[in-house]
């Protein structure tokens, strides 16, 4: 079936930077609207970053001028380019594919930023 799967997770200082990647050769990738979302302990899943097929993107406000969300269709591969990381931005990191009443999801990627 679909496996999407997450890369590139790991830790950093505060104030660096790390590119995550997600992917999946099993979907007609072009398709689909692409998201990050990202989950604390003992929080909810909130949205990071999103980008539809024609390459819209949308932002949480949190990361809006430090993350940018990127797709290469070609690669089947989508983003997340985050830059002046913070302690609050610790969590684990999920990529999301939709089109139409198909959705999924991936494992999970951890992100700490810690000293």
């Known amino acids: 079936q679909v496996h999407l799967v997450e890369s590139g997770g790991g830790l950093v200082q505060p104030g660096g930077s790390l590119r995550l990647s997600c992917g999946d050769p099993?979907?007609?990738?072009?398709?689909?609207?692409m998201g990050w979302y990202r989950q604390a302990p003992g929080k909810q899943r909130e949205l990071v970053a999103t980008?539809?097929?024609?390459?819209?993107?949308n932002y949480a406000d949190s990361v809006k001028g430090r993350f940018t969300i990127s797709r290469d269709n070609a690669k089947n591969t989508v983003y997340l380019q985050m830059s002046s990381l913070k302690p609050e931005d610790t969590a684990v990191y999920y990529c999301?594919?939709?089109?139409?009443?198909?959705?999924?999801w991936g494992q999970g990627t951890q992100v700490t930023v810690s000293s």
């Open positions: 980008i539809t097929s024609g390459g819209m993107t």
């Open positions: 099993g979907i007609i990738f072009s398709r689909y609207a």
């Open positions: 999301n594919a939709n089109f139409r009443t198909r959705e999924y």
